[in-house]
């Protein structure tokens, strides 16, 4: 079996039985004894001579990101917001929307959500969302697992 892992940082690209050449600047392929996972290998590292298990803070957050769905974010914003807001915020929901359809919220494997965060953030602090509107902005996120607080 062999594993196909970023060098820097550990991550897990592939996994294979197979006796293609799988070399790629910068990751190693390492030939290893273990079978592939159960888990998906995202939960995982590989520190050269192990799987290593992800915190399940992260596991939960990748989880949550998989499962997000831009239909139920819009649809809670839809029900929450007012028609002057969401034409108020005009632009900026598209921006939301695109943090949201390419899952742009999260930078890090830290389960943060610095984009989003910090364009939420911004909208707040310079009058364009309102306390309420910001809040039901991250509601929204936080009914399907991604905290933006």
Same mark, same amino acid.
């Given at each position: 079996?062999?594993?196909?892992?970023?060098?820097?940082?550990?991550?897990?690209?592939c996994?294979?039985?197979?006796?293609?050449?799988?070399?790629?600047?910068?990751?190693?392929?390492?030939?290893?004894?273990?079978?592939?996972?159960?888990?998906?290998? #995202?939960?995982f590292?590989?520190?050269?001579?192990?799987?290593?298990? &992800? =915190?399940?803070?992260?596991? +939960?957050?990748?989880? %949550? *990101?998989?499962?997000?769905?831009?239909?139920?974010?819009?649809?809670?914003?839809?029900?929450?917001?007012?028609?002057?807001?969401?034409?108020?915020?005009g #632009?900026?929901?598209?921006?939301?929307?695109?943090?949201?359809?390419? &899952? =742009?919220?999260?930078?890090? +494997?830290?389960?943060? %959500? *610095?984009?989003?965060?910090?364009?939420?953030?911004?909208?707040?602090?310079?009058?364009?969302?309102?306390?309420?509107?910001?809040?039901?902005?991250?509601?929204?996120?936080?009914?399907?697992?991604?905290?933006?607080?």
């Open positions: 079996m062999k594993l196909k892992y970023e060098t820097a940082s550990g991550e897990i690209k996994m294979a039985a197979t006796n293609d050449d799988l070399s790629e600047q910068g990751y190693t392929v390492a030939d290893v004894e273990f079978s592939i996972p159960s888990e998906p290998l #995202n939960y590292t590989f520190n050269g001579a192990e799987l290593v298990r &992800k =915190n399940q803070g992260v596991i +939960d957050y990748i989880s %949550a *990101k998989e499962r997000f769905s831009y239909d139920i974010f819009s649809g809670m914003l839809n029900n929450a917001l007012s028609f002057a807001s969401i034409a108020k915020l #632009n900026h929901m598209r921006t939301l929307e695109g943090y949201c359809q390419w &899952k =742009n919220f999260i930078q890090s +494997d830290l389960g943060n %959500a *610095k984009n989003a965060k910090s364009f939420v953030d911004y909208l707040e602090s310079e009058g364009i969302a309102t306390a309420e509107e910001a809040g039901a902005i991250r509601t929204a996120f936080l009914a399907q697992g991604i905290n933006i607080s």
